[in-house]
């Protein structure tokens, strides 16, 4: 039998990524969070910098990264460097200084165009989560464990809850844009 239920919580847990992502994008003020999405390569995995080191934010415009191992302070620093952030490392031997920049207008659309891209990507899984529906019920109306109107009937619901999800996306998006040009 289908359940659409399970196509929900997927949905869910996409915007929640999104959520997570979106909380990363702190700007104008140091906050420990902007750096949760970024991944050090690091004892063969990719690891969260917080498992790497203690993170403090000991002024409104800096973030510290306490690095535990000396050997991983390069690594964190090219990861830093390498991510959207626009932040630039100052290393001091274990010590990793990120100044945070007040928000030039050119950053503010860089990071506009940042927020519309992770707004995509997360359209774009739930569309994908959409697509494992359709063809699941495809499945299911093939071994005919349903008929062609229930077939139907789950199609609009599937619909109606990507539109949904999609809408909370766009309005989350609108939101955080209009955030980061107030700040």
């Known amino acids: 039998m289908f359940k659409k239920e399970i196509y929900n919580q997927k949905m869910q847990k996409t915007l929640d990524v999104f959520n997570k992502e ?41 973030i510290n990264i306490q690095v535990w191992d000396l050997n991983n302070v390069n690594l964190i620093d090219s990861a830093i460097k390498k991510s959207e952030l626009g932040l630039n490392p100052q290393i001091d031997g274990q010590l990793i200084r990120l100044p945070v920049p007040d928000l030039s207008e050119e950053r503010r659309s860089e990071m506009k165009k940042i927020i519309k891209s992770m707004g995509e990507k997360c359209k774009i899984s739930i569309r994908n989560i959409r697509r494992e529906a359709n063809d699941d019920l495809k499945n299911l109306l093939k071994k005919k464990d349903i008929s062609e109107d229930e077939e139907k009937k789950y199609e609009k619901d599937i619909q109606v809850l990507t539109d949904n999800h999609i809408k909370i996306i766009d309005d989350k998006v609108i939101a955080k844009e209009k955030e980061i040009m107030t700040i």
């Open 22 to 62: 979106l909380g990363a994008l702190r700007t104008g003020r140091a906050n420990a969070n902007m750096l949760d999405l970024i991944k050090v390569d690091v004892y063969g995995q990719k690891m969260p910098i917080n498992q790497l080191a203690t993170i403090t934010t000991p002024e409104p415009r800096t």
